[in-house]
Every structure is written in C-alpha cells, then in structure tokens.
C-alpha cells in the first residue's frame, strides 16, 4: 500500500508530519479518505524541508514519482494513482505561514503548468498570484495520535478548530471546494510579474 511505504519513508527518518488539508478532513470527518480527492496531504515544518531532499532517492527507489517540488510551499509525489502532498509551514511570529504560487486564473499559467511542470519560472513570468496561509501556531504546537487503517498518525489537537478555520462548515461535504479560493486562512493574495 502506497500510504504505508510514505509513512514508513517519513518514520525511520525522524520526519515531524501530522494529516493536513483534505485527508485530516475525510480520515477525521469520515474516517476515510475524500473518494474525490486524489491526494493524501500532510504538514512538515520548514526545518524539515531538507530532510525530505535527502530522501528524494529513497522515495524513487520505493515507487513513488517525483511530480513537483515548490521550495516555498509544497513537494509533490506519485504512486499509483495517489498524489502525495508535504505541505510545508514556516513560523513567522504568532502563525505558521504557507506560500502558494496561484495560477488558476490565468490561462498562460495552466497551459504551461501541464506541459512544463517542471519550468516553474516560466508560468511565474507570465502572472501567477502569491497566496499566503497563516494558521496561529497553537493549531501544530499540540499534535495528537489518530488512528487510520491501523497505522497512526498525528493530528492537529484541536482537529475540529483547525477544520472549522480551514473549511467553514467542514462537517457539510464540499466536493467542489477549491483551496485558491475557499481557505480561509488566506490573508493575502498579490500578482507576480517578473
């Protein structure tokens, strides 16, 4: 099983993880996985990031296909069929913040994001926008054991406060929610041209 082998991946390496984004919401809610949603997400701190680099091979040797990597925000992977997303939060003062560089608006951006995933530059020079996330650090600083498919996991302590500044109403399914737009913990959203 693919989520397996990632856990074990991040285990023996000592990496800090917890469930995050659509998988905290359909293992918590639902106890299982969102059946639209195709990514198994979890949260590593900034100190980590170079961890994950370090394992790159690792991760290749065991199945899993690079799909991207955005030093400011996330690092992507794939295996059979599932995308794995590692989320990557920074602390800045009273918050652990995420930056996501935005192009669903504009078509330029689409189209090479598809065709070049890899020449991230590219898409930037023709007018992506900057998100950034804030959530208050108390949300990571407390992390609690959470059982899914016999495996444990951490959480959020206050998994129902995390949801509900994520999502709104997270106990209501929303099969079209769409991050770049429905997260409430965006704060800020400017266009880059280069």
């Not at 030093?71 to 652990?96: A, M, R, T, V």
């Not at 192009?103 to 890899?118: E, Q, R, S, T």
């Amino acid at each position: 099983m693919s989520i397996k082998t990632f856990k074990e991946i991040l285990d023996s390496n000592n990496i800090l993880y917890w469930l995050d984004f659509g998988t905290l919401l359909g293992i918590y809610r639902d106890n299982h996985l969102l059946s639209w949603d195709k990514e198994f997400d979890i949260g590593i701190f900034r100190e980590d990031y170079f961890k994950i680099i370090e394992l790159l091979p690792l991760f290749e040797q065991k199945g899993f296909t690079m799909d991207n990597i955005h030093s400011e925000c996330n690092i992507q992977f794939k295996k059979n069929g599932l995308k794995f997303d590692i989320n990557i939060y920074e602390k800045q003062d009273d918050y652990y913040i995420q930056f996501w560089n935005n192009h669903d608006d504009n078509i330029v951006g689409c189209i090479l994001d598809f065709i070049i995933k890899h020449l991230y530059i590219l898409y930037i020079k023709h007018g992506s926008s900057r998100i950034l996330s804030r959530i208050p650090k108390g949300f990571f600083s407390k992390l609690k054991h959470h059982n899914y498919m016999n495996m444990d996991f951490l959480i959020p302590d206050d998994t129902a406060g995390y949801l509900k500044l994520r999502y709104g109403k997270w106990t209501i399914p929303v099969k079209n929610w769409k991050f770049t737009y429905d997260d409430k913990t965006i704060c800020k959203k400017e266009m880059i041209k280069k």
